[in-house]
């Protein structure tokens, strides 16, 4: 059972469950070789922190291990105390161009070794093989799938997804492998990929791959040893990694770092704060291939265990950013993810702790802030007036920065401030919104981000229905707004903020619902910021200070639901959880019967019965597809129950 503790869009931080004990994902599985352990397995576990290995079923079964293995289990072989992932020999096909075992016959030796995950036998896609190629033997991988889902047994399964380039295939594939009882789903055929650093490639293909794959399932990347790549395979949702690097490059006299590969006989000093490197001099650790390995297994994991801090911190995308700057392909990989923005918007988060650091000129690409743009053009309608007073960049917040200057020139004109921002337009009464208020950026930017800010201006402000545009430079601006729309502009600077966020958050029309009647607030004495938003009495919303996003009330939910047909903000739950809902206890995911495709991780939702009846307002942990598929853990953190209609009191 695998079961997610926390998350930072893909990237996911989990528990999967082993008869040899709980493993922590993301997590790097060591490769042993049976026949010649480099590092004793037990060592593995007691120096390294080890909870998971991976070994190969192929090699013990055929070699002359076999009886010994057969006869005290692969964990008993090895002597290593805790789980145990066994492969089945695809990729040994894909060395030697085949093999001499059944799918049928491998399933039942990792059975007959106890292996704590059990591999089926894939056929490895190579990245060249043609579409047909590729076609043919995805369909005998997933008729493959589905032999070893009937002969597992107790075996814990691990379906491989083939496919080669082709993400059509690698898809189907995924989708069907996935919909087996299987205990993980693994990306197979990528080593090539790796190994020629088509790291481009392996985005489309680990991409393509997840679009099919069920979320609920830990997914493993196979022959992902480089420490360079974690931080984008995790981005991506890859849970388990694998390493037979530590081990092939030591062989080589090489070392791995974060950031790339050196040779051990090259240097003068490695720079490395691992046990090995801290006790050895530099001409030692070259000499000797066991210290290598270990130095290079330190390295792994600490770059693992880097990523799981990034996770936790809501940082992953700053992490894969500033790795990518390791090596120029890994740059070409990190470019490449904005062609699946779509893809990857759906499971960011409304928002993240902290502040947004620019990292590049790609950092402005991030699926968060593609979202953003998007609902800016969607869901954001610009109130009435007859030109733009277009701000520069420039300090944060905007609105305290520039309050004198939009204060003259509303005075003098008939104009709408919006910032050019380097992430695209930012309407000012938007300004509060995370993460435009809390965003770290260069003095100078790159030219290609300021270029990139220009092109995203454009794309709003040609359909946002202003007669014109003036850039604020000083004070003849002043004179040229007052020929062109004279005014003055009266702007009731709370209203304008509570209707843009409510409109960008729940979809175009929420604020009209919301804000229904007679509008007041209750303002910060400190801050003078909005906290809480009152419509004819009812308290509907809350302002939060961390994001700028609202907490929706019950009163704002009742309204919402009235507003927005079914499913639109919903979370539908089973009847039998509705009473349990009233009370104020969580969504779970396994009574999850359906939900508004529109919702993200973190946004407010209402939690309604299959009649639509409003039982609670809660907090999504969860989009759609991941309520529908996972059976365990929250779907929605509720904040407040709803009673039923016939217990209200009495008016
Ligand atoms: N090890 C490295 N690549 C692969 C693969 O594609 N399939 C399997 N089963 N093992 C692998
Ligand atoms: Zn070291």
Known sequence: MFEVTDRDGLARLGVLETPHGRVSTPALLPVVNPNQPLIPPKDIASRFGAEILITNAYILGKGALREEVLRQGVHGLLDFPGAVMTDSGAFQSHVYGDVEVSNADVIEFQKAIRSDLGTMLDLFSEPEHPLARAAADV???????????????????????????????????????????????????????????????????????????????????????????????????????????????????????PDGTRRAAEMRA???????????????????????????????????????????????????????????????????????????????????????????????????????????????????????????????????????????????????????????????????VWPLSQSLIPEAPDPEALEAAEVFFRQWAAGAGFAFGVLWEDEATLEELRSRAPGPRDVDWNLLRTRATADLQFGRGAADALLRGNVSYVVSRNTGKIRNVIADGEHVLSLRAED????????????????????????????????????????????????????????????????????????????????????????????????????????
């Open 548 to 651: 700028g996003f609202f907490t929706l009330k019950a009163a704002g939910a009742v309204r919402l639901r009235r507003a927005f047909p079914f499913p639109r903000l919903r979370v539908v739950v089973d009847p039998d959880a509705v009473p349990f809902h009233r009370e104020g206890k969580n969504v779970f995911a396994k009574f999850v019967k359906d939900a508004d495709a529109d919702l993200r991780p973190g946004d407010e939702a209402l939690v309604v019965s299959p009649d639509d009846e409003l039982c609670a307002v809660a907090r999504t942990a969860m989009n759609r597809r991941e309520m529908l598929a996972f059976r365990r853990g929250v779907a929605a953190f509720v904040r407040e129950g709803v009673p039923p209609p016939s217990s209200a009191p009495p008016r």
């Open 139 to 257: 369909d005998e991988t997933i008729r493959r799938a589905r032999e070893a889902a009937s002969l597992k047994g107790g075996l814990a399964l691990v379906g491989a997804v083939q496919g080669g380039l082709h993400e059509d295939l690698r898809e189907r594939c995924a989708r069907e492998v996935s919909s087996l009882d299987i205990a993980v789903a693994a990306i197979g055929g990528v080593v090539p990929l790796m190994e020629a650093y088509r790291f481009r490639d392996l985005v489309r293909v680990i991409v393509a791959s997840k679009k099919g794959l069920d979320p609920s399932k830990p997914v493993h990347l196979f022959g992902a040893g480089h420490p360079l790549v974690f931080p984008l395979a995790a981005l991506l949702g890859c849970d388990l990694l694998d390493s037979a690097a530590y081990a092939k490059y030591a062989r080589d006299g090489r070392m791995l770092f």
């Open 270 to 432: 490695s720079g490395c704060a691992c046990p090995v490197c801290s006790a050895h001099g530099m001409a030692e650790i070259a000499r000797q291939e066991r210290l290598l390995a270990e130095h290079n297994l330190h390295v792994s994991f600490a770059a693992v265990r880097e990523v799981r801090r990034a996770i936790a911190a809501g940082e992953i995308w700053e992490l894969a950013e500033r790795r990518a700057r390791a090596h120029p392909a890994l740059l070409d990989a990190l470019r490449e993810l904005r062609h699946h923005n779509d893809f990857l918007e759906a499971s960011e988060p409304l928002s993240r702790p902290g502040a947004m650091y620019y990292v590049g000129p790609e950092t402005a690409h991030r699926p968060i802030l593609h979202r953003l743009r998007r609902r800016l053009l969607e869901r954001y309608a610009a109130p009435a007036a007859r030109g733009l007073l277009v701000l520069p960049e420039g300090g944060r917040p905007y609105s305290e920065r520039y309050r004198a200057v939009v204060a003259r020139c509303l005075a003098a004109a008939d104009v709408h401030p919006v910032v050019k921002s380097l992430w695209g337009p930012v309407p000012l009464e938007l300004d509060h």
